[in-house]
């Protein structure tokens, strides 16, 4: 039976985890096996518990305790369940939570590029992305819109920040993701990666050699990996150069692009149905 602990006071310790640890602080990079990561809503919380993530305590508006929250305490075990009014969640979330709930878990372990490629046909590459809401966003449309795999260069947003796990409505925990860091570097050993499992490699780009996002070329590739670049700059010019296609959304009204965000979702739900 998890014990149940009443907090009234939004200082108190037990809601350090929630309340008072940075983002850098939880992800412990010097230890990432002991790396927690918050989960709000039952929805993401339901999403990260079918995935196999871990629970440590869990932080619930008291009357929901014995409602909403009553299920997944079953599926928690034995971890303290800290209960609050809405007063006290405002101060941790900044807003009002929808039935709210939060879990402390325990990070996943890390996968590696080629175990979540393998037996992928699509897959989104991720570089420099740094908006934590554009990574969730990204996610969901991802999980939404047949992408298989994502995988994020090395100075991206963490996809298990709170606010990337709270905008792709725990999405980040259905599709498959890994770091292309160590020996595969992006771009150079990440292309090249990509190249030997097969990849054709399609940099979303405003180039003057861009071919249009419904190009019957690239409705014909068997595997692609779709690359989408930093908020503002774009993609990196080794990385245009590396990839086999530049490919561009047809624009109209003098538009030139799209948030990166709405640009994947717009990549996905073409590239993403062959």
Request: aromatic share 6%; with cysteine; net charge negative.
């Amino acid at each position: 039976m998890s014990e149940r602990i009443r907090i009234t006071d939004y200082h108190a310790p037990e809601l350090d985890v929630y309340a008072r640890l940075r983002e850098v602080q939880l992800l412990n990079r010097h230890e990432p096996q002991k790396g927690i990561f918050i989960a709000e809503s039952p929805r993401v919380i339901e999403r990260a518990l079918d995935a196999g993530c871990v629970p440590l305590s869990f932080l619930s508006e008291e009357k929901y305790v014995e409602k909403e929250a009553k299920e997944l305490l079953k599926r928690c075990g034995d971890i303290p369940v800290y209960t609050a009014e809405m007063e006290v969640l405002v101060q941790i979330t900044g807003y009002k939570l929808t039935r709210g709930m939060l879990c402390a878990m325990r990070r996943p372990p890390l996968l590696k590029a080629e175990e979540i490629c393998a037996g992928a046909r699509r897959v989104a590459v991720l570089e420099n992305v740094v908006n934590p809401t554009n990574i969730g966003a990204i996610f969901r449309s991802a999980a939404a819109l047949n992408i298989d795999a994502v995988l994020l260069t090395s100075d991206c947003s963490d996809p298990l920040y709170r606010r990337s796990v709270r905008v792709s409505m725990g999405t980040v925990f259905q599709v498959p993701w890994a770091w292309l860091d160590g020996k595969d570097a992006w771009p150079g050993e990440g292309v090249t990666l990509l190249h030997r499992l097969g990849f054709c490699t399609a940099a979303m780009a405003l180039t003057d050699d861009a071919i249009a996002l419904d190009d019957p070329c690239l409705r014909e590739k068997e595997k692609l990996a779709v690359v989408l670049g930093t908020e503002g700059e774009g993609l990196a010019a080794d990385t245009m150069a590396e990839c086999d296609y530049r490919v561009r959304i047809p624009m109209a009204r003098g538009v030139d692009s799209l948030n990166v965000a709405a640009a994947s979702a717009v990549a996905f739900w073409e590239l993403g149905k062959y």
